[in-house]
Each structure stands twice: as structure tokens, then as C-alpha cells.
């Protein structure tokens, strides 16, 4: 058997990782494409170096852009590719304009496409990868969701068929790395910071650094929270954050986006996160550090149960307010059993159109 996968973004890096190194144990042949949609070395190549993926069989090269230049860019360059591997599976990952580029190229080819991270919904329409979750799912063959709730809401949707709940390929590397994490890693050393006593920001959605008044707002909430902030600046922010003087006299310490293993190194040893990513929420709920979502809504409802995640929107008040209140209890394990990599490997095999003869 044969599945092509299709990565661009650096959360799919990270999930590739555990599925790739699975595919290879069991004898699957992965041929991997990545679209390029995120390109400098600190996004992209130290994420298969530190995670070992595998070289991609093809780089795009898209880059950036706006919406439809950068996905329709993404269409024309995967259909040749799509069309000389003719796979038993394009598999795609999560919610980026990569992966609707991928579910769509592959289904109007025919090919068979395989959704991870299927059924997870914001019920906001304004996000665009909202609009891509939405999209892949109605186009897969076989939708991976991490658990009994997404799997009812595609069913709410009327997509019942060759639905299988595996759990997170994200949350269980986050699982797995936690234990080897020291008590005082050495990147704390880097930003001059104690175990328990600095937060970590990361800020990248579109509706928060789009508008610099909502920027604005986000950084008063963090200037507001009575601690270091270490802040990794994803490429979409840099400009924003130059222009309100992030980082400067204030508690916030800037810096360039952080390898993975550094990221969940500060992460597991922080006092709090504050951020408007959807892998960051999880990997916080793993490392047990309560989250701060700089959203008014999550696709990962289960990280709100007990006060692990707080919504707070952009209101620095609300920011703060909820910096203070954080006295989490008890946690369930909502993402599955550590297997998903195995689960889905598996659900490839038995549902597979080609090979299943
Ligand atoms: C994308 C995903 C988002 C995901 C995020 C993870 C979509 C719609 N959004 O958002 O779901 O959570 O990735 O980081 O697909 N840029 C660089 N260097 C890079 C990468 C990007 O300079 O290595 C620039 C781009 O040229 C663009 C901007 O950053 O101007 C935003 O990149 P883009 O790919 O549009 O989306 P992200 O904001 O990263």
C-alpha cells in the first residue's frame, strides 16, 4: 500500500511525525509532499530534523499569499504530482490551506482521501480553517477523529461512514516527550527565567494580527499578567509586533519561533500559556499548564472541562483576570489512549480501496 501525505504547515509537521515513523514500521510505503506553505528553516526544516520525518518525496514551493493565490497555487501544483504517484491514500492533517488543497486535489482525481483530525468544529466561519476542517471532511473517504464527540458532530453533519475515533497523533508525542523533560531545561537559561515563574505567549491567528487594534489589546493583556512572558513570534505576527514594541521595557521577552523539543521544554516548566493556537491548547493540557485561549472559541472543548483552558478572547481584563484564577483539578484523557499512530495505520489497511483485496 502506498499513502501520499501532504504537509505545508508546522502543526502538520508535528503530527506527521509519529504517523510517518509507524507507516515505516509496518513495511507502508509514505511518499511525502510538502507544499511549502511555511518555509523558513525555523518553521520547517527543524521540525523534520528534530522529529527525524523523512525527506519529502516533493517540495511545491507555494509559499505564501493570500487565500486563494496560495491554496489554488497548492491545486496546481499537487494535480501532476497527485496523478504520476497515483496513491492508495492521500492522507491529510488538520485544518490548514494545505490540507484543503489536498483533500480537494485528491477528490476530484479520485483518489481516496484520508482526514486527521476530522469532525473538530469552532462553529465559526470567519476562521478560515474553519472553512478547510469543513471542507476536507466532506470530501474524505476515511475521517480519523480523536474522539466519540467529533465523531457526533460529523454525524450531526450526515457524515457517518468510514468515521473512526483514534485519538491524537499530536497529544501523543506531547505525551511522550513530557517524560524526558528536566526540571530546569536548558532553554530557561536562554531567557534568563525559573521554572513556574514566566508564562509563554504564541499569537498567529489571522483575526488577532490582522487588526492592530485587537493586537493591541492582546499585548496590554499580556503586559498586564505580573511575570515574564516569553513570546516565540510566528512570521504573520513580526511585523505587528515590531510596530506596538513588543519586548521593549516591558515583561514580554521576544524571540524567533522555537524548534519543537525547545518549545515543549518551556512549555512544560512554564506557570501559564497564552495563546490562540489549537495544537499549543492540547500540548498545555498534557503538560498540565493551564491555558489561556486568546479566542472566543475551541475546537478542543474538552481542555475547558475543569479549568485547564479559559476562553478570553482579546479583552486584556479578561486576560489577566484569567492569568489569576487558574486552580485546575482533575484530568480525564479526552485524546485518546498514546495509539493513534497505530489506529490509523491500521484503519488505512482495512478501508483501504486498492489494497483491500
Ligand atoms: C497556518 C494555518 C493555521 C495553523 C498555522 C500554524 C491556514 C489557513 N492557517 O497559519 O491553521 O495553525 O499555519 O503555524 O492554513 N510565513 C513566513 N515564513 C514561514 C511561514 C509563513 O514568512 O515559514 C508568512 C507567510 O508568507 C504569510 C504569513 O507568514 O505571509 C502567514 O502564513 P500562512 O501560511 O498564511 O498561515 P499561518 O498564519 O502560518
Redesign the pocket.
Known amino acids: 500500500m502506498r499513502v501520499l501525505s501532504v504537509v505545508g504547515?508546522?502543526?502538520q509537521f508535528v503530527k506527521a511525525a509519529l504517523l510517518s515513523a509507524e507507516l515505516e514500521r509496518r513495511g507502508i510505503e509514505e511518499v511525502l509532499v510538502h507544499t511549502g506553505?511555511?518555509?523558513?528553516a525555523n518553521?520547517?526544516d527543524v521540525f523534520f530534523a528534530q522529529l527525524r520525518i523523512p525527506e519529502p518525496a516533493h517540495n511545491l514551493g507555494v509559499?505564501?499569499?493570500g487565500?486563494g493565490a496560495?491554496t489554488g497555487e497548492m491545486l496546481r501544483r499537487l494535480e501532476p504530482v497527485l496523478e504520476a504517484e497515483r496513491p492508495d491514500w492521500v492522507l491529510v492533517y488538520?485544518?490548514?490551506?494545505?490540507t484543503l488543497a489536498g483533500a480537494l486535489a485528491a477528490s476530484k482525481l479520485h483518489l481516496p482521501v484520508a482526514h486527521v483530525e476530522a469532525g473538530l468544529r469552532s462553529f465559526d466561519r470567519t476562521m478560515?480553517?474553519e472553512i478547510?476542517r469543513i471542507v476536507a471532511d466532506h470530501v474524505a473517504d476515511l475521517l480519523l477523529v480523536p474522539n466519540a464527540a467529533a465523531a457526533k458532530q460529523l454525524a450531526r453533519e450526515g457524515v457517518t461512514e468510514g468515521v473512526r475515533v483514534v485519538g491524537d497523533l499530536m497529544v501523543d508525542l506531547a505525551m511522550r516527550v513530557s517524560a524526558q523533560i528536566p526540571a530546569h531545561p536548558a532553554v530557561l537559561d536562554r531567557f534568563e527565567v525559573q521554572p513556574k515563574e514566566y508564562a509563554v505567549a504564541t499569537i498567529?491567528?489571522?483575526s488577532n494580527t490582522d487588526d492592530p487594534r485587537t493586537f493591541g489589546r492582546l499585548l496590554e493583556g499580556l503586559r498586564g499578567v505580573g511575570m515574564p512572558v516569553v513570546f516565540p513570534v510566528?512570521?504573520?505576527t513580526r511585523a505587528i509586533g515590531q510596530e506596538f514594541g513588543a519586548g521593549n521595557g516591558d515583561n514580554i521577552i521576544v524571540c524567533e519561533p522555537l524548534p519543537y523539543m525547545e518549545m515543549m521544554a518551556l512549555l512544560a516548566r512554564s506557570s501559564a500559556l497564552f495563546t490562540d493556537?489549537?495544537?499549543l491548547q492540547k500540548e498545555a493540557f498534557v503538560m498540565r499548564v493551564p491555558c489561556v485561549t486568546l479566542r472566543e472559541q475551541t475546537e478542543w472543548l474538552e481542555t475547558l472541562e475543569d479549568g485547564w483552558n479559559v476562553l478570553a478572547g482579546s479583552d486584556p481584563e479578561k486576560i489577566v483576570r484569567a492569568s489569576k484564577r487558574i486552580t485546575p483539578m482533575h484530568q480525564g484523557t479526552p485524546y485518546g489512549d498514546g495509539h493513534a499512530a497505530a489506529k490509523i495505520a491500521q484503519a488505512l489497511l482495512e478501508r483501504a480501496p486498492a489494497y483491500a483485496a
Open positions: 504547515a508546522r502543526p506553505q511555511h518555509y523558513d518553521m520547517s509559499g505564501g499569499g487565500h496560495q488538520g485544518d490548514t490551506n494545505s478560515p480553517e478547510n498567529h491567528r489571522a510566528h512570521p504573520r493556537s489549537g495544537g
